[in-house]
Nanobody, 124 residues
Framework: QVQLVESGGGLVQAGGSLRLSCAASGRTFSSYAMGWFRQAPGKEREFVAVISTSGGRTSYADSVKGRFTISRDNAKNTVYLRMNSLKPEDTAVYYC?????????????????WGQGTQVTVSS
């Protein structure tokens, strides 16, 4: 089992940057592909980015491509999401999640473990 705890959210002005972190418990972190999803008020949860177990493969939603970067440090059991050039439409609760099987454009049901989420608010 994997427990995930996100941090790093907050309030930022449009054009600013944030780095989210997701710390995982357990010894098997490196065997999980890790994803970031987000959910804005009144909207469904949506895929943001995913990274493979080794970090060699990544994929992004079109809405964040070129602005967000996902990375991981398996020695620290942590996955990161660097968010640059933030826009008001990026405002959401951001969740990290873990799955055994990497896919490029995953659906949330493919993920077994979820964190509690961290709020990101981008002001215009």
């Amino acid at each position: 089992q994997v427990q995930l705890v996100e941090s790093g959210g907050g309030l930022v002005q449009a054009g600013g940057s944030l780095r989210l972190s997701c710390a995982a418990s357990g010894r098997t972190f490196s065997s999980y592909a890790m994803g970031w999803f987000r959910q804005a008020p009144g909207k469904e949860r949506e895929f943001v980015a995913v990274i493979s177990t080794s970090g060699g493969r990544t994929s992004y939603a079109d809405s964040v491509k070129g602005r967000f970067t996902i990375s991981r440090d398996n020695a620290k059991n942590t996955v990161y999401l660097r968010m640059n050039s933030l826009k008001p439409e990026d405002t959401a609760v951001y969740y990290c999640a873990a799955t055994r099987v990497y896919t490029d454009y995953p659906q949330s049901y493919e993920y077994n473990y979820w964190g509690q989420g961290t709020q990101v608010t981008v002001s215009s």
